[in-house]
């Protein structure tokens, strides 16, 4: 008997961390899915925590940084030939702490005007034209 479609669902989030009028966007490492496209920072969602306490942990683990989550600025579902995703983006600002490359290829603090610039995930591309949309 053949199987439906049992893709799971894997719940993300992301920070969209300002300083001034630019945002971080940080380079998937070469060993990954994705492999060298760029994305708002984040990671998954461990059992038990909200979206802004997954933010917060995944931002210490790979940026050396304490966020302060603010609100949700859009929410997107992504399907990747391997998976789906539920991607959260929330605004963020740095409380604690200098960005370090400790999971990343490279870390940039771009404007939206750049954008265009960087190769970005699919799933982080809606949110790329949100950004570009509100100027």
Same mark, same amino acid.
């Given at each position: 008997?053949?199987?439906?479609?049992? %893709?799971?669902? !894997?719940?993300?989030?992301?920070?969209?961390?300002?300083?001034?009028?630019?945002? $971080?966007?940080?380079?998937?490492?070469?060993? #990954?899915?994705?492999?060298?496209?760029?994305?708002?920072?984040?990671? #998954?969602? *461990?059992?038990? *925590? +909200?979206?802004? &306490?997954?933010?917060?942990? &995944?931002?210490?683990? *790979?940026?050396?940084?304490? !966020?302060?989550?603010?609100?949700?600025?859009?929410?997107?579902?992504?399907?990747?030939? &391997?998976?789906?995703?539920? $991607?959260? $983006?929330?605004? +963020?600002?740095?409380?604690?702490? %200098?960005?370090? #490359? $400790?999971?990343?290829?490279?870390?940039?603090?771009?404007?939206?005007?750049?954008?265009?610039?960087?190769?970005? =995930?699919?799933?982080?591309?809606?949110? =790329?034209?949100?950004? #570009?949309?509100?100027?």
């Amino acid at each position: 008997m053949e199987q439906g479609n049992t %893709k799971r669902v !894997l719940e993300v989030v992301a920070g969209l961390i300002r300083r001034g009028d630019r945002f $971080l966007a940080c380079q998937r490492p070469a060993d #990954k899915a994705r492999a060298l496209l760029w994305e708002f920072p984040g990671g #998954k969602v *461990e059992p038990g *925590e +909200s979206g802004p &306490e997954a933010l917060i942990r &995944e931002c210490r683990e *790979e940026l050396g940084v304490t !966020l302060c989550v603010g609100e949700a600025f859009m929410d997107v579902t992504h399907e990747y030939p &391997e998976l789906t995703v539920h $991607l959260t $983006l929330y605004e +963020s600002t740095i409380a604690e702490g %200098k960005v370090q #490359k $400790l999971e990343h290829n490279d870390v940039r603090w771009i404007t939206v005007g750049e954008i265009d610039d960087y190769a970005f =995930c699919p799933a982080d591309q809606v949110f =790329c034209a949100e950004l #570009k949309r509100r100027g």
